[in-house]
């Protein structure tokens, strides 16, 4: 079974950092593409960044991150890691990690950051 679990939200002050972490199991995780969204409340879903684990060099980034998340992969432990910095209070959100064209989502992690 495929399974996506996030952690590391929390509430951080503006200006500061977070890393979110998204433990994957049940596919092939060197062989995959793995995003992160987030979904701010009354907002849709949207696409923060995503990596292609078989080359940690092919990311994607929205713009309204670059430069302040960094995407990355860890066979060994099949993990894959979003460290945020300068966050912004229109970064608070539920982030989550999903796989398999989006078919696979994880249960969501809360990241706040008060105005």
């Known amino acids: 079974e495929v399974q996506l679990a996030e952690s590391g939200g929390a509430l951080v002050q503006p200006g500061g950092s977070l890393r979110l972490s998204c433990a994957a199991s049940?596919?092939?995780?060197?062989?995959?593409?793995i995003g992160w969204f987030r979904q701010a409340p009354g907002k849709e879903r949207e696409e923060v960044a995503c990596?292609?684990?078989?080359?940690?060099?092919?990311?994607y980034y929205t713009d309204y991150v670059k430069g302040r998340f960094t995407i990355s992969a860890d066979s060994t432990t099949g993990t894959v890691f979003l460290p945020m910095e300068s966050l912004k209070a229109e970064d608070t959100a539920v982030y989550y990690c999903?796989?398999?064209?989006?078919?696979?989502w994880g249960q969501g992690n809360q990241v706040t950051v008060p105005s």
């Open positions: 990596i292609s684990t078989s080359d940690n060099s092919r990311t």
């Open positions: 999903t796989t398999g064209g989006l078919h696979t």
């Open positions: 049940g596919f092939n995780f060197d062989d995959a593409v």
